[in-house]
C-alpha cells in the first residue's frame, strides 16, 4: 500500500506556478479532495497532512527544502513513521512526457532529475514509485533548467491538470496498494490525440487553367 506521497517542487511564489513544481500541484490538489489542510512540520522540513481514504490512511508531504533537497525531508517523514520506499509514491515533474500524460512506474534511475537524485541517496533505495507527470522537453538539453523553471503555456496548464485530474482517480487504487489497476487506470485515462486537420481542397478555375502568358511567366520566375 502507499502509505507517503510526496510531490516535489520548490517553495516560494516565484516557483509556484513553474513547470518543475508539477509535483506540488498534484499533491495540493489530493490534500483539497481528502479534505487534509497541509501544515508546515519544521521536523521534517515540509508541509504535511494526514488524510485517509475508504480506511486507508496516507500522508501528504510537499518537501520545503528546494528541490535539490527533497530527499531529505521523504526520508525524515519515512523513516519517523517506518515507511519503507515501496510504500512510498514520489510526483515529479518529467521531461520525458508531453503535457496531458501521466505514468505510474516503480523503481528505476533518476534521469538527472535532482529531486529523484536526493530521494535516492536519502532512501538508500530506488525501490519506491513514482507517478511522472509529463511537462515537455524544449527540444535542447541546454535549455532544460530555463524549461523547467518557466511557466507552461495555457494550453500546457490546462493538459497537466486535465491528467492530474485524470490520475487522482486512481488515488484509491494506490492507497489499497492495487498498484496494477491503478497502473492500468492512469495509462490508459489519457485523451485521445486529435487528428491532423484533412488538406483542404482546392478548386482549379477555368482560368487558372490557362497556360501564362509570356509576361506573366517572366513574373512568375
Do not use: C
Not at 509514491?89 to 512506474?105: M, R
Not at 494506490?174 to 483542404?200: C, F, N, V, W, Y
Amino acid at each position: 500500500m502507499i502509505r507517503l506521497i510526496a510531490g516535489l517542487g520548490n517553495p516560494g511564489p516565484e516557483y509556484e506556478h513553474t513547470r518543475h513544481n508539477a509535483g506540488f500541484w498534484w499533491v495540493d490538489e489530493a490534500a483539497r479532495l481528502l479534505k487534509a489542510p497541509l501544515q508546515m512540520e519544521r521536523g521534517h522540513a515540509g508541509l504535511v497532512a494526514r488524510a485517509s481514504l475508504d480506511g486507508h490512511s496516507v500522508w501528504l508531504l510537499k518537501p520545503q527544502t528546494f528541490m535539490n533537497h527533497s530527499g531529505r525531508s521523504v526520508a525524515s517523514l519515512a523513516r519517523f513513521f517506518k515507511i519503507t520506499p515501496p510504500e512510498v509514491l514520489v510526483v515529479h515533474d518529467e521531461l520525458d512526457l508531453p503535457p496531458g500524460e501521466v505514468k505510474l512506474k516503480r523503481g528505476g534511475g533518476h534521469a538527472g532529475h535532482n529531486g529523484l537524485r536526493d530521494v535516492h541517496a536519502q532512501l538508500a533505495s530506488a525501490d519506491y514509485w513514482r507517478l511522472r507527470v509529463g511537462i515537455g522537453h524544449p527540444g535542447q538539453r541546454n535549455d532544460v533548467v530555463n524549461w523547467v523553471l518557466k511557466k507552461p503555456s495555457a494550453d500546457e496548464r490546462i493538459a497537466i491538470a486535465q491528467a492530474q485530474e485524470r490520475s487522482l482517480k486512481a488515488l484509491a487504487l494506490l492507497l489499497a496498494g492495487d498498484m496494477e489497476q491503478a497502473t492500468a487506470l492512469i495509462h490508459t485515462s489519457k485523451p485521445a490525440r486529435p487528428k491532423p486537420p484533412r488538406p483542404a481542397q482546392i478548386a482549379v478555375t477555368p482560368s487558372a487553367q490557362a497556360p501564362l502568358s509570356d509576361a506573366a511567366a517572366s513574373d512568375e520566375a
